[in-house]
């Protein structure tokens, strides 16, 4: 598998241009497609007393406002994108999503692309941009989510999968395969094996281990014990301790309904790490 479309969640923020930059930097060494993906609307609002307004010709000025505000800001981030994408010498566009039917229009819009690159924070506190578990729930795209204050241009140089022998897992691995095989080396960390020891194997691990192998990723497996600590703390204190810039793992729900709730050790990856993850499911 080789990543020939990605498309990367834009915005006028400093965190926003930075993930242009890392998209481009990605999308250059595979050779890839890139598709920035903006919401016109998504506007951080200085003053909300415009939604007091009453009046047919007040009703019509702040709309008109709201329009302005929109191109100026859509020109900005256009601007921006195009740019960094000439300097890298892209194949790229830009695509722009207008008020009304936000969720629908994102989601037909990843369902295209090998990738999925978006912000921790800054994304979530914009209106109308989907949150990560909602959008991979819905496209099942992998995403890549960039942490708030991510300062390096590389990802995935030293690798942590999170591995529990669980299909949510082995989807990560397939999905982050190009990552695998490109980086120089791969940690797949097995923590509380004995949980699951009946799909783990004698050795739980070593199976996938030798698969990535195959495709030619340098592997080790790690095997922990949580001792009583969340997964999720075990994960990011691992990663951290050995200087991992990317952590793969497989989302995963135990609800079965439409409106899925993630497992807490996704949850908290989302929110509280504090190098790239790469979900999938």
């Known amino acids: 598998m080789t990543l020939k479309s990605i498309g990367v969640f834009v915005d006028a923020t400093p965190e926003g241009e930075k993930r242009v930059d890392y998209a481009a930097t990605l999308a250059r060494q595979s050779g890839a497609h890139l598709a920035g993906i903006y919401v016109a609307s998504a506007v951080r609002p200085e003053h909300r007393s415009d939604y007091y307004v009453v009046g047919e010709k007040a009703i019509r000025s702040s709309r008109a406002w709201q329009k302005a505000a929109d191109e100026i800001a859509t020109t900005l981030v256009r601007r921006r994108f195009e740019a960094i994408s000439a300097r890298s010498d892209l194949s790229a566009e830009f695509r722009v999503i207008r008020r ?49 204050g991510w300062k390096s241009e590389l990802v995935g140089k030293k690798i942590l999968v999170a591995w529990n022998a669980s299909r949510e897992a082995r989807r990560a691995v397939a999905d982050s395969l190009p990552f695998l095989v490109a980086a120089e080396s791969v940690t797949l960390l097995v923590v509380d094996a004995n949980e699951r020891s009946t799909r783990h194997g004698e050795e739980p691990g070593a199976d996938i281990a030798l698969h990535l192998a195959r495709h030619g990723a340098h592997v080790e497996v790690e ?32 609800a079965r309904s439409a ?6 050790v996704t949850r908290t990856l989302l929110k509280q790490a504090s190098i790239p993850v790469l979900m999938s499911r």
């Not at 991979?136 to 960039?146: N, W, Y």
């Not at 301790?241 to 135990?254: N, P, T």
């Open 100 to 148: 009304g039917g936000l969720d629908e229009d994102l989601i037909l819009g990843s369902l295209h692309s090998d990738l999925i690159v978006m912000g921790q924070r800054e994304l979530q506190e914009l209106p109308g941009y989907p949150s990560p578990d909602r959008l991979l729930l819905a496209s099942g795209v992998p995403i890549l989510v960039l942490p708030s």
């Open 223 to 254: 095997q922990v014990s949580s001792r009583g600590s969340a997964v999720a703390d075990v994960i990011m204190s691992f990663a951290a301790d050995h200087g991992m810039d990317l952590i793969v793992i497989g989302a995963y729900s135990r």
């Open 259 to 264: 409106e899925m709730v993630f497992g807490g």
